[in-house]
């Protein structure tokens, strides 16, 4: 397989005179995580295409060893994506994966599994998304209640519905594909502006069966200076904690979200309030594990389709917070812990007394 990381962006954003891939957090350039990523799923080379001050990649490039073949093609004109792809087909003699580099992700499990995924059912790509929200122009979103379940975590591309609601996801800057789906690329002759990445992949899937393949973990995405600051921030935070805890979001088909109410227990902590679903991690477990046998401990229910959203500090504990599909409806779900449970819309949730963490992670996933 071929490595294809498109790293011809001005960075207008980030403000400096660096390119973006070069940018270092904790070190480490966001190339130099990207090479390494593509390196671990054991790519045979890997591509960098470079555009604004590509000359300063490529000598950073030349000055290492990244155990790997590394070379660098030249997108001339920043038309998008798909122009990247273009610009390096004739060093892709394989299948290959598109990796940008401004994305850090939280699980270093998730790319190969997405790769056995792809290697198993050999779509013609593999999408692949996270339940973080991304504010950058160029990740569309989708909704997952759209799309066709067909194994844990991994979906249909295409719509088969417009009229639902349900769990939201991004996709993430990294897809799979096989090779013959250069033969999708548009004529980019005469092309003066840039080209859509999202029709690239529309082409393909109207033609061959395609997927999306939702992240377990996170994927920490660098737009702007204090993405970077904040992400510092956090990892210095997490850094000093002892202990973990997990809860979990649970999203059915209409966009309700499951809360239960906790007992009117003086002794226990916010008596009364309502919550997300969630405890403590044991020893040994992951938070992944962990969220899942909450939720079946608490409500009976084996979560298949979820994704880790957000990870904070919380009473000197690291916490993290997962979005997933409620596939079942209120009466299939069996409450062995506090004195009720329901669903609530987001414009719902002002109203309620929920726990304050709990409701934090509420307004940082569906907004204020």
């Known amino acids: 397989m071929v490595g294809i990381i498109p790293a011809a962006g001005k960075a207008t954003r980030m403000g400096g005179d660096a390119p973006k891939a070069l940018i270092e957090i904790e070190g480490q350039t966001l190339l130099e995580r990207s090479i390494g990523a593509l390196k671990a799923i054991g790519v045979a080379k890997v591509v960098v295409v470079v555009g604004h001050l590509g000359e300063t990649i490529v000598e950073f490039l030349s000055s290492r060893d990244f155990g790997v073949p590394v070379s660098t093609v030249r997108q001339e004109h920043a038309l998008g994506l798909a122009h990247a792809i273009a610009t390096a087909a004739n060093q892709i003699d394989e299948d290959f994966v598109v990796l940008c580099p401004d994305n850090i992700y939280t699980d270093p499990q998730d790319l190969m599994r997405a790769l056995e995924v792809f290697e198993s059912r050999k779509p013609a790509f593999i999408l692949l998304a996270t339940v973080t929200p991304n504010e950058q ?18 979906y249909e591309y295409r719509n088969y ?9 991004n996709s993430t800057g990294c897809c799979f594909f096989r090779r013959d789906t250069l033969d999708f690329l548009p004529s980019f002759a005469g092309l003066n502006r840039e080209h859509i990445f999202r029709d690239y992949l529309e082409d393909i899937s109207a033609k061959q069966p395609s997927l999306i393949y939702l992240l377990r ?5 660098f737009s702007a200076p204090p993405d970077v600051l904040k992400y510092l921030e956090l990892q210095k935070r997490l850094s000093n904690t002892s202990g973990g805890g997990v809860s979990a979001i649970l999203i059915n088909s209409r966009g309700q979200v499951l809360l239960q109410q906790r007992d009117d227990n003086p002794a226990i902590r916010y008596p009364g309030h309502w919550s997300l679903f969630g405890g403590t991690i044991e020893d040994g477990e992951s938070a992944e594990t962990a969220v899942a046998r909450e939720v079946r401990e608490e409500i009976d229910f084996e979560m298949k389709n979820f994704g880790l959203f957000r990870e904070f500090v919380q009473n000197n504990k690291r916490e993290f917070a997962f979005v997933g599909e409620l596939s079942a409806e209120l009466y299939e779900l069996t409450l062995s812990e506090g004195q009720g449970m329901n669903v609530f819309y987001p414009a719902q949730l002002p ?18």
């Open 137 to 154: 122009r160029d990740r569309k979103s989708y909704v997952i209640s759209a799309h066709r379940n067909l194994d844990d975590n991994l």
């Open 161 to 169: 519905s417009d009229n639902t609601s349900g769990l939201g996801i």
């Open 217 to 221: 973990g996170m994927r920490y995405d």
């Open 351 to 368: 109203e309620l007394l929920i726990r304050p963490d709990d409701k934090e992670t509420l307004k940082e996933y569906f907004g204020v």
